[in-house]
């Protein structure tokens, strides 16, 4: 069994803080043959510089940017390597310097958490994140080959060279090890779904019901159409920088913490470890699933647990303070591109113990709307619709998940999904029945931005800091 030194568990300490005062997107498509990759990158681009309530005019908030960080996955969607270079020209950022980064289904956390370390370190005051992808070029067989290239050949492709048929088996590994009923998983698709039936920049919003969700279509078994995000155009941008810019720039700036996570990719064949403990856990927190993992042939990770999301949650709470994170978090986006990812996650990031997972859906903490109570619910997940219901344009997803947690902290929930004009923008009606999402008093937030099978995993929190 693998047990970490001292070192290895040791939080990251920055150099000064690091705040974000700004956030575009684009909507989400399957297709977007009118828009170049670039002409995406610039729509979040000047939704970031003119939509923000700054202080300053966008030119002059442009001119402070010293540093880029772009997130693409894939080259192989566009045939263009080193995107990055081309966007960053068409954006007018030359001669600055820029950095393409690409860690899996986790590069739009990655790029968040490298602006973050430049901003941390002194290496930049302003530095802009931006992230995109574009998966509308080739079939979507063809596109679950990319992107499961991703995968150990050795291990994984195996097992039929698209990611459902990875996660597949996790799905049968967790419902049997927890005693989790498949109509969690069901509800957690309806929930994202539906919530992403009130955002304009969503691709798959719906209102469905659970009965829908596993009468639907099997992609990979257990996992069923309505329960795997479909691939995105799109592109996501943020702007982060040190306090003193951030409070020239911005009345309403949010504090940021980052950390992350990696973990082998040969998912079936981990070693085990112990499980790194959160502040809110003790060493007798798991005495009993430590036993009961050996008479299942089990271990940690084992097929049911993220090392690297656990890693990377440990990280970030120890920087950001976090005692309990049901209590201390007002809202969450989680990785949700399938509803196994999502509910394994639960655990990982401590919104419940391990092996107690599907509680947090049945209790009805993670709506916005308990429907158990009736009140707002403790921790409400994927309010922005998620990988599920809105978007997964790779390189922009983290990022993304990011700018909905700063619009809620900041209050304006309302502003970007609201407006009839927003959606106008995008070619869509505001919905008659449209209603606001907007958490009350909502102080801090996390984002999971999560690769492959666990392989890499960033933590972002938010917190609200005037």
């Known amino acids: 069994m693998i047990e970490f030194a001292p070192g290895n568990l040791r939080i990251p300490k920055w150099t000064r803080p690091v705040y974000m005062v700004a956030a575009g997107t684009t909507d989400f498509r399957k297709k977007y043959p009118e828009k170049k990759i670039e002409e995406l990158a610039m729509m979040a681009f000047k939704m970031m510089l003119e939509e923000n309530d700054l202080k300053m005019d966008p030119l002059a908030v442009k001119g402070l940017i010293n540093f880029a960080c772009y997130g693409e996955f894939a080259d192989h969607f566009q045939d263009q390597l080193l995107c990055e270079s081309k966007v960053h020209d068409y954006l007018g950022l030359d001669p600055l310097y820029n950095i393409g980064i690409k860690t899996g289904g986790a590069t739009g956390g990655s790029a968040m958490l490298t602006g973050m370390s430049t901003v941390a370190s002194g290496l930049a005051d302003c530095t802009l994140v931006l992230g995109w992808e574009r998966m509308d070029e080739v079939k979507t067989w063809t596109g679950n080959y990319y992107i499961a290239s991703a995968a150990c050949k050795d291990f994984e492709t195996r097992l039929g060279r698209i990611y459902t048929s990875y996660y597949a088996p996790m799905a049968r590994r967790f419902q049997h090890a927890y005693g989790v009923d498949e109509r969690v998983r069901a509800a957690i698709a309806v929930k994202n779904r539906g919530y992403a039936y009130h955002s304009p920049f969503s691709q798959q919003p719906g209102k469905h019901t659970v009965e829908e969700v596993l009468a639907g279509a099997i992609v990979s078994d257990p996992l069923r159409f309505l329960e795997c995000c479909a691939m995105s155009v799109g592109a996501s941008a943020a702007l982060i920088c040190s306090e003193e810019m951030a409070y020239k720039l911005s009345d309403k700036p949010v504090r940021l913490y980052g950390a992350g996570g990696s973990h082998t990719l040969r998912c079936g064949d981990r070693r085990p470890m112990k499980i790194p403990l959160l502040p809110n856990e003790t060493e007798d927190t798991y005495k009993q699933l430590y036993k009961d993992m050996e008479k299942m042939d089990g271990r940690w990770p084992g097929f049911e647990s993220f ?34 990812s999502d509910l394994q996650t639960y655990g990982d990031v401590g919104l419940t113990y391990y092996g107690e997972e599907q509680n947090y859906v049945t209790s009805g903490e993670c709506y916005l709307e308990n429907p158990v109570t009736g009140k707002q619910g403790k921790c409400p997940a994927n309010l922005s619709g998620g990988l599920l219901g809105t978007m997964h344009s790779v390189g922009a997803t983290g990022i993304f998940q990011c700018n909905e947690i700063f619009w809620q902290l900041q209050g304006k929930y309302d502003k970007f999904h609201g407006d009839p004009k927003m959606w106008s923008r995008y070619g869509k009606k505001k919905p008659a029945d449209w209603k606001s999402l907007q958490v009350q008093n909502a102080r801090k937030g996390l984002a999971i931005s999560h690769a492959g099978v666990g392989s890499h995993v960033t933590c972002s929190i938010l917190e609200k800091a005037w």
């Open 307 to 340: 090392a690297a999301a656990r890693f990377a949650a440990y990280l970030a709470y120890g920087m950001a303070g976090i005692k309990n994170p049901i209590e201390d978090l007002d809202l969450v986006e989680t990785h949700d591109a399938f509803t196994i």
